[in-house]
C-alpha cells in the first residue's frame, strides 16, 4: 500500500469527545503487496499476434484481474448523531471499515456532512493512518447538509467515472436519516448501503424512507452483522 499522507489536519469539532463503540465488521487478511503489471505468459493471445520473435513480443496475463475498487463514504455528524451513543456507534463502525480499506487496498473517498455544507476529507486515495487521526476527531454538531452530500457525491462519482471506466464504486451512508423533508432523490449511481444510527428510543424512521429512495440496502448499526471484507459483505450485493 502507497504511504503518501494526504495532509488532513484532525481539528477538534463541537463533540469531538464521543468514544468509538465497538465496531461490528471484524477480520479480514491483508492484501497481497502488489497486484503486478503482469504473471506468466498468455500463450493464445501471444500466438494469436503471430509467433514471438523476441521477449518483447510476449504477452502476459495480469497476476491479479480483480478490478480497482472506490469505497465512497458519506458520513453525517450532524448535532442529532450525539444523542444516545449514535456517533459513538459510528465512529467503531468507521474505524473498522477503513482499516479493511487499508489492508484490501480499496480506495476511500470520505464526505463530511456537518454544519451548513458537507467537506470532502479524502478523494480517491488509499486509507492512511492520518484518517484514522480524523476519525478520532470526529464529533457532532451543527445542521445536516446530507443532502448537499449526496448531490456532491453524485457529481464527483460521474466525473470519476469517466477518469477511471474499470474502478468499482461502493457507496456507504451513515447518517441518523432525522432531516424534515427533502426533494425527490435520484437512486445511486452504484451498489449502496445505507446504515441508520437513529439510537433515540422514539425513532422517526425516515433513514428508511432515503434507503428506498436511493436505492440502497437498509440496515439499522445494532443490527449489522458480524462481518468480514468489504461493505459488499454488509448487504451491498455486486450488481
Given at each position: ?27 479480514g487478511r491483508s492484501g ?48 442529532s448523531t450525539r444523542r ?78 469517466r477518469l477511471h471506466p ?74
Amino acid at each position: 500500500m502507497g504511504k503518501k499522507a494526504l495532509g488532513i489536519r484532525p481539528r477538534t469539532a463541537t463533540g469531538a469527545d464521543a468514544q468509538a463503540a465497538p465496531g461490528t465488521l471484524g477480520g479480514g487478511r491483508s492484501g497481497a503487496i502488489r497486484a503486478g503489471a503482469g504473471g506468466r505468459i498468455d500463450w493464445p493471445a501471444t500466438l494469436l499476434k503471430g509467433r514471438p520473435r523476441n521477449r518483447q513480443d510476449l504477452l502476459q496475463r495480469p497476476r491479479s484481474a480483480r478490478p480497482t475498487e472506490l469505497w465512497l463514504v458519506i458520513v453525517d455528524a450532524s448535532a442529532s448523531t450525539r444523542r444516545h451513543g449514535a456517533l459513538s456507534k459510528a465512529k467503531g463502525l468507521l474505524a473498522e471499515v477503513f482499516e479493511q480499506a487499508r489492508r484490501q487496498r480499496a480506495r476511500l473517498a470520505v464526505l463530511h456532512a456537518t454544519g451548513r455544507q458537507a467537506q470532502w476529507m479524502w478523494q480517491g486515495q488509499q486509507a492512511t493512518q492520518a484518517l484514522q487521526l480524523w476519525l478520532a476527531e470526529l464529533g457532532a454538531g451543527g445542521g445536516t447538509p446530507l443532502l448537499d452530500a449526496l448531490h456532491q457525491a453524485a457529481d464527483w462519482q460521474a466525473r470519476r467515472q469517466r477518469l477511471h471506466p474499470g474502478e468499482r464504486q461502493r457507496l456507504l451512508i451513515i447518517t441518523d436519516g432525522r432531516l424534515r423533508d427533502w426533494p425527490a432523490l435520484a437512486p445511486s449511481a452504484c451498489p449502496a448501503l445505507l446504515v441508520d444510527i437513529e439510537s433515540a428510543p422514539i425513532r422517526l424512521g425516515r433513514a428508511h424512507q432515503l434507503a428506498d429512495e436511493l436505492g440502497a440496502h437498509y440496515r439499522h448499526i445494532d443490527t449489522l452483522p458480524v462481518v468480514h471484507g468489504s461493505p459488499e459483505h454488509a448487504g451491498v450485493q455486486t450488481p
